[in-house]
């Protein structure tokens, strides 16, 4: 695997156990990794910080992913962001009018996720 740490990602979910996952799995792969719990915090996070790659939840409270997704496009358009969702067909068509640039529905395997990581950060 190329060297990937100076690499930000920054995870978003409100799930405590998929965040933890998806940090420690990140971290072992070599990224730089910051976690939040909600859109809002996500927001200051980007705010604060250059990121390489934003991965981001759909459903979660105060800000959700789409607002998330529509602030970060504006905000900063060169952005990767993958968008993950364990919720119906219905949300996935809501995440594709954000544009994100991948969406992940779960579970998923921790491979694949690795795989479309690099493939969008090598656009």
Not at 17 to 34: D, G, K, P, R, W
Not at 36 to 64: E, F
Not at 84 to 110: C, H, I, R
Request: charged share 25%; no cysteine.
């Amino acid at each position: 695997m190329e060297q990937t740490s100076q690499i930000r990602v920054l995870v978003v979910d409100n799930d405590q156990t998929i965040l933890t996952i998806l940090e420690e799995f990140l971290a072992l792969s070599n990224y730089e990794v910051n976690t939040a719990a909600t859109g809002l915090d996500a927001l200051k996070l980007l705010r604060n910080a250059d990121y390489s790659l934003l991965l981001t939840d759909i459903v979660m409270p105060d800000i959700s992913g789409l607002g998330l997704i529509e602030i970060a496009r504006k905000e900063f358009p060169g952005l990767p962001i993958i968008a993950m969702t364990g919720y119906s067909k219905q949300v996935k068509n809501l995440a594709s009018e954000q544009s994100p640039d991948y969406y992940l529905e779960k579970p998923f395997n921790l491979k694949k996720l690795a795989d479309i990581i690099e493939s969008v950060l090598h656009k």
